[in-house]
């Protein structure tokens, strides 16, 4: 071989991810100090309240727990969308899809009640992936058939799992009492603590696991080679044959069976039962994660642990500092706002926008794969990046 | 079944359609004119929560729904203009950075509701805005009860759709927004400012929504609650759709959402009550459908989510 | 005559009799002393990245006068115009005015000094109706609002005057592209526009609506109008312009009056004295047919963008297709790389009707592509070097199994062709690749499996010299091989050097083939730009008639056989 030796190709691939990195903590230091700014103007005392951040979600064996407890929502929602990113699809409908996966879990967890408690785990979360599966490829196949975007499909969708759950639960699930929610799944259904004392569970090994799970099906298989060429090129899967429409409902659905999971793990894990309206926007907050992640499989898993901290942080807070928790919601949006731009942050460096397709995915017209090829390629950013990136 | 029909048709029916409807409404006029200048706009929720907060905070501070409203105009077009900076400054993705405003809007509303009055449920009674009768109405059969007693807010919803059609449709101003969504490159090559328009329409946007923001604080009801807006943001975009990003079609479309919603509450009177939620999942439906081509094509503005650098129309 | 409706601040021109400067001299060569140059560019240089589009242009257009600017593609006829509007800033140079120097900046500055331009790309707004489109920015108003009577009863009166028929209440994307253009015209015209550029204004257009055009733009020289006019079409040039000029690689390579030209010294200023690379190869052997094309027509807007296309390449010969950008290859290409259904007529690749076929079959049959757009079709640039490289085999064996990549068959692959085709820059994203080794890159992946039929698209293009020699050398391998090559090249010294045969394509109909050597540059010149050779009657009825399997190039196979020159 020529020119460049085996030897520099690591470390440019190590730089790419070593300055995405900077450029996210560069975000979060930002979204911090404006919080830390409110906090001062609000008459707070910052240092406490960011030592207590830091101690919630860091400080001990128990901190780290909660935020991994509050991590796992986000880690199998934010995976669902940063898969679907890959394959040039916006997912905003992990919300809706994690509803059904949550509702088809605590159901099946309480039909399935005298089976041994593994297969009724497996069981149980297979048909919350089924569900959430399901939920995901309507608005793929809505895209695929008749160009409907799925940006407003999913979100309408958001509102009608919503919804339908709710309707389900009060016609046919109802447990006796005021609340909305299923009654509670029976004991050997629930996932196991794996530190005895904390809230954390076995659903961050199955996170990891199927974290791995879709690194490896975008990595190593045919079908993820699709799927990011789909995501990457259109045109160029029309050229090299891929079936793009059957590809979209495909991945549509993979992302919404890994949402699904999400609101299987909650019941499992952590709600025991079903609760009408129990998710506070993980869908939402999903989007952030997946960009974060700059839609990597294994960028996922940081990026949730970032904003379950935030959350877990915020808690603690809340507690000793007496700091209401939501700040911390807001440091979030800004997060994502500062991660989203690269006008600002990425002004001393030429970077793609995370989502791969994020420019055409949003062309909101039904467009053939080809076209949208044509819009992807001919960006006038991508050809200066690549001449300036050339001999 | 007459029953039914008469619930339909009740004029109770009909004034609470008016009263849910304007949040709604004013939102996805203000997301009809943003994307009708080629910005998404995800932010509508944004600004109604924050519209809702400023409104109530500042009748709170001052004692005058008036500077509430006022205050949430301001509130929205600040908003409008962080949409305007992130989107069209810093070419973030449009629907990214609408939801980053929206998760921004609802941690700070949320946060500073607890900051200065202390609860996490909802602000104490604000003076609100009062309700208004137009002169020689209140007579009219129907029409006078219908469209007596409202918050100022349902009539400024009512004059802005018609007013913004023929702004939109009728006038230079519209015409040259109008070009801008489609073919940003015609509108330079014909010496339209296309990056000041889109931004002013944005700030113009923002005041709109958060008028609507208003209303549910300050019109509909006096107080601010957590996450108040609760999804009526999106709702006002699916409007806007269905509207198929017309100003008079956005208002009707709202209008016909809240007819859904009023009406179902209406029907849990009835002995045997249709479920609710059932009813309530009809807008979104419907909206899927339109998306999907399922009556006319919804045919959006061409360039709708691109990011246009004016100037360089020409460059290969 | 009302033109009173106009409040947006800029002057309506005058209506018909007021032409600047002096009086519109005569197209037809006559005058002795020309006046003096309404517009003058001088000495313009502009460069893209390390294409030098402009090097030291020089253009007069006299007022009132048909200008046509002829070149081939990249020739920078485009790009010198959309430097005197504004469009692009130049490197160096100077633009006159009227004698005075200009400086235009901005389309805005352009239409200030008078200036109109009707782009290649309309720019039009699809759902907007005619008068919409053309008072936009400057509408007539009443009371705040549009006066869109007085804007149709403007348009109405612009349409009339100078012959440009059109509704002007009709909306434009129920229109003709040939309405569509007259709309653009409009657009200028009641901007004030006093020169108009043209920019290949019958690129997009039937025969009859070329007519039409050139009749309006007859018309507007009468008004006093001054036309430039960008080409590459001789019989236009010859129709039309009072003056042309001719650009060749940046740079003016002659201007004269049209009445004291031929086509054949407009071909040879066009196409320049080339240096003809030897194809180091025998005489091909001919085997078999491998691809043949059987009165494929495929339809377009109002016309058809191929037309009962007959062709056949046999093993062991290349077929170059020589054409203007824009006639019809990429359909060609479209068709027969399976992404595209012709509306009539058949592919067969090695003798098997391919109808039906998505790429991925008709790869499995033997077929190779290299895309004439590397960037948006044959690469994902955001991929790496091995992603790209096995891209379309990624399903099979060897490497894939049972849906699961195989790493190391496909870094074996990524090894084999990177080193046998010399593809340099890492193993990182392809986006990070210069041009010449992504295009290596593509010519590797396509040749390394040992295809039957090669499909080879513009396979050089934006490719530096080295590169350039590789792949030549690598295409004419593969003919030595046996297999059967379509070429299809914009650069008619990349076909001259390794085609067996030649097909001319102008606008989708083949309008000659035959053996490279019955061929001279200036015929080819001729053929391209829509000149039949002298004596040419047309097309030949036999060429209808499909092709015998084994009917020898050289016999009449194909259309038209070019005879010799004059």
Request: with cysteine; aromatic share 6%; net charge positive.
């Amino acid at each position: 071989m020529t020119e460049r030796t085996a030897g520099r190709r690591l470390p440019a691939a190590w730089a790419e991810v070593l300055g995405e990195l900077a450029l996210t903590a560069a975000a979060v230091a930002l979204a911090l100090l404006a919080g830390a700014a409110l906090l001062a103007l609000a008459g707070y005392d910052v240092r406490d309240a960011y030592y207590n951040l830091w101690d919630g979600a860091f400080g001990s064996v128990y901190s780290v727990a909660d935020t991994l407890v509050n991590a796992m929502p986000l880690l199998f929602a934010g995976l669902a969308v940063a898969f679907a990113f890959r394959g040039g699809l916006f997912n905003i409908g992990a919300e809706g899809q994690l509803y059904a996966g949550a509702l088809a879990t605590a159901v099946t967890a309480a039909a399935l009640a005298e089976w041994p408690s593994v297969p009724l785990i497996a069981a149980a979360m297979l048909a919350g992936a089924l569900a959430g599966g399901l939920w995901g490829l309507v608005p793929g196949a809505l895209k695929a058939k008749t160009g409907a975007h799925e940006v407003i499909t999913t979100i309408m969708l958001n509102y009608v799992a919503i919804l339908l759950t709710t309707h389900l639960v009060k016609q046919y699930f109802k447990a006796p009492g005021p609340v909305d929610q299923t009654a509670l799944i029976p004991a050997h259904a629930r996932l196991p603590e794996l530190i005895a004392g904390t809230r954390l569970t076995w659903a961050v090994v199955i996170g990891v696991v199927l974290v791995a799970a879709v690194d490896w099906l975008l990595r190593r298989t045919s079908f993820g080679f699709d799927v990011v060429l789909v995501g990457s090129n259109p045109g160029a899967a029309v050229y090299a044959g891929v079936p793009v429409a059957a590809r979209t409902v495909w991945t549509m659905a993979v992302s919404g069976a890994v949402a699904g999971l999400a609101g299987s793990t909650m019941v499992l894990g952590v709600l025991y039962r079903f609760i009408a309206n129990f998710s506070p926007g993980y869908g939402f907050t999903a989007v952030a994660v997946a960009l974060v992640a700059r839609a990597r499989p294994w960028g996922v898993l940081p990026a949730a642990v970032l904003f379950g901290a935030l959350q877990a942080g915020g808690l603690t807070m809340q507690l000793f500092a007496r700091i209401p928790a939501d700040l911390m919601t807001a440091v979030q949006g800004l997060v994502i706002l500062f991660v989203a731009a690269p006008g600002l942050l990425y002004a001393w460096r030429r970077l793609p926008v995370a989502a791969p397709r994020a420019g055409t995915a949003m062309t909101m017209t039904a467009e053939t794969a080809a076209e949208g090829a044509a819009e992807t390629a001919a960006g006038p950013d991508n050809e200066t990046a690549r001449r300036e990136a050339g001999p | 079944m007459s029953e039914a029909l008469e619930a339909i048709f009740h004029v109770n029916t009909l004034t609470s359609t008016l009263r849910l409807a304007t949040p709604i409404a004013l939102a996805a006029m203000a997301g009809t004119l943003s994307e009708r200048v080629g910005v998404i706009n995800l932010a509508l929720e944004a600004k109604l929560l924050a519209g809702a907060f400023a409104g109530a905070y500042a009748s709170y501070v001052t004692g005058s729904a008036w500077l509430g409203v006022g205050a949430a105009v301001l509130a929205g077009v600040l908003i409008g203009a962080l949409l305007g900076l992130f989107t069209l400054r810093w070419r973030a993705n449009h629907v990214v950075a609408g939801i980053g405003l929206n998760i921004l809007a609802l941690g700070l509303t949320t946060w500073l509701l607890q900051v200065i009055w202390g609860s996490r449920g909802t602000s104490p009674v604000v003076p609100d805005l009062p309700g208004w009768s137009i002169p020689g109405l209140q007579a009219v059969p129907l029409l006078g009860p219908l469209l007596s007693g409202h918050s100022p807010l349902v009539y400024v919803m009512l004059l802005a759709g018609p007013l913004l059609w023929v702004w939109l449709f009728k006038t230079p101003g519209g015409l040259r927004a109008r070009m801008i969504g489609e073919h940003p490159e015609a509108a330079d090559t014909v010496g339209i400012p296309v990056r000041r328009t889109q931004f002013l329409l944005l700030l113009a946007a923002g005041a709109l929504a958060a008028l609507g923001g208003a209303q549910l604080s300050l019109g509909h009801l006096s107080w601010f609650s957590q996450n108040m807006s609760a999804g009526r943001g999106y709702m006002a975009l699916a409007a806007n759709v269905f509207g198929r990003w017309n100003p008079l079609g956005s208002m009707l479309a709202a209008l016909l959402f809240a007819f859904t919603d009023a009406l179902q509450m209406r029907v849990q009177t009835l002995p045997s009550p249709p479920p609710t939620e059932l009813v309530q999942m009809l807008p979104y439906l419907l909206t899927i459908l339109v998306v999907a081509g399922a009556f006319r094509k919804a045919r959006p503005p061409a360039a709708l989510g691109r990011h246009y650098e004016p100037g360089r129309s020409g460059t290969e | 005559m009302t033109v009173s409706h106009n409040d947006a601040g800029r002057p309506l021109p005058p209506p018909a009799g007021a032409a600047p400067g002096p009086a519109p001299t005569p197209g037809g060569g006559g005058a002795d002393a020309p006046p003096a140059p309404a517009i003058e560019m001088i000495g313009i240089y502009k460069r893209f990245g390390p294409v030098q589009a402009s090097a030291g242009a020089h253009l007069r257009v006299y007022p009132g006068e048909i200008h046509c600017l002829l070149g081939e593609n990249g020739a920078g006829k485009s790009t010198l115009m959309k430097i005197l509007y504004g469009l692009y800033a130049m490197d160096a140079g100077e633009i006159r005015i009227r004698g005075r120097t200009a400086v235009i900046r901005s389309p805005g500055d352009a239409m200030r000094a008078g200036i109109g331009m009707v782009h290649q790309h309309f720019m039009l707004v699809d759902d907007f109706t005619v008068a919409e489109n053309v008072i936009a920015g400057m509408e007539p108003r009443r009371r705040g609002l549009i006066d869109m009577a007085a804007a149709r009863r403007l348009v109405a009166e612009y349409s009339r005057r100078f012959g440009l028929h059109v509704d002007p209440g009709a909306r434009v994307e129920d229109l003709s592209v040939g309405q569509q253009q007259r709309v653009e015209i409009l657009k200028a015209l009641i901007r004030g526009a006093e020169f108009l550029i043209l920019d290949e204004p019958t690129a997009v257009l039937t025969p009859q609506e070329a007519d039409e055009l050139f009749r309006v733009m007859r018309q507007l020289k009468a008004e006093g109008k001054t036309i430039i006019f960008i080409t590459h079409k001789l019989k236009e040039t010859l129709a039309v312009a009072d003056r042309v000029t001719v650009l060749r690689a940046g740079r003016d390579a002659g201007s004269m009056p049209a009445s004291q030209t031929t086509p054949q010294r407009l071909a040879e200023l066009m196409v320049g004295r080339r240096v003809l690379l030897q194809v180091p190869a025998p005489p091909a052997q001919r085997g078999p047919a491998l691809l043949q094309l059987e009165n494929v027509t495929v339809k377009g807007a109002g016309k058809d963008l191929l037309r009962s296309v007959n062709l056949q390449v046999r093993g062991g010969e290349i077929l170059g297709i020589a054409g203007v950008e824009g006639n019809g290859q990429l359909e060609l290409e479209e068709v027969v790389a399976g992404w595209r259904t012709p509306d009539q007529g058949r592919v067969r690749i090695a003798g098997r009707d391919v109808a039906g076929m998505g790429p991925r079959r008709r790869r499995r049959l033997g077929l190779a592509h290299i895309p004439s757009d590397r960037l948006r079709r044959g690469l994902a640039p955001a991929l790496s070097v091995e992603q790209n490289v096995v891209l379309g085999r990624h399903w099979g064996q060897p490497y894939a199994r049972l849906g699961v990549l195989r790493r190391p068959a496909v870094r074996e692959l990524a090894d084999a062709v990177t080193s046998r085709f010399d593809v340099r820059g890492g193993r990182g994203p392809v986006g990070g690749l210069s041009g010449g080794n992504q295009q290596k890159l593509v010519v590797g992946r396509e040749l390394y499996h040992n295809p039957w039929v090669i499909l080879a698209c513009q396979p050089t293009r934006g490719v530096d010299v080295g590169a350039i020699e590789r792949i030549h050398r690598e295409l004419l391998d593969m003919r030595a091989r046996g297999a059967a090559v379509l070429l299809i090249s914009a650069d008619l010294d990349e076909l001259l050097a390794l085609s067996d045969r030649l097909a001319v394509i102008y606008e989708g109909e083949i309008v000659a083939e035959g053996e490279t050597g019955q061929f001279t540059e200036e015929m080819l010149g001729l053929l391209m730009a829509g000149q039949r050779p002298s004596g040419g009657s047309g097309r030949n009825a036999a060429g209808r008639n499909g092709t015998g399997r084994d009917g020898a190039g050289r016999d009449g196979a194909g259309p038209t056989e070019a005879t010799a020159g004059d």
